[in-house]
Nanobody, 123 residues
């Protein structure tokens, strides 16, 4: 089992930045691929970014490429999502996820989810 806890969400103006953190506990976190999803009110849960076990491969949805960066610190059992040049359409609850094996862009591919952290971008 892996337990995930997100932090770092909040209210920011358009063009601003936030860094989300996801702290993991439980089994060896370094053996899991990790990622971030988000869900805006009335919308489906959406893939944002993912990273493989080694951290050598990353994948982003097109709408965040060049603005968001996923990273991990296995020594701290923590995954980060640096979000720059934020837009109002980035407003959502952001979820940290983890799975064994290669990363996935589908929410059903992840058995482990955090509770979510709210990000609100004002125009």
């Amino acid at each position: 089992q892996v337990q995930l806890v997100e932090s770092g969400g909040g209210l920011v103006q358009a063009g601003g930045s936030l860094r989300l953190s996801c702290s993991a506990s439980g089994r060896t976190f370094s053996s899991y691929a990790t990622g971030w999803f988000r869900q805006a009110p009335g919308k489906e849960r959406e893939f944002v970014a993912a990273m493989d076990v080694s951290g050598g491969s990353t994948y982003y949805t097109n709408s965040v490429k060049g603005r968001f960066t996923i990273s991990r610190d296995n020594a701290k059992n923590t995954v980060y999502l640096q979000m720059n040049s934020l837009k109002p359409e980035d407003t959502a609850v952001y979820y940290c996820v983890a799975r064994s094996g290669r990363y996935s862009i589908f929410p059903t591919g992840y058995p482990y989810w955090g509770q979510g952290t709210q990000v609100t971008v004002s125009s």
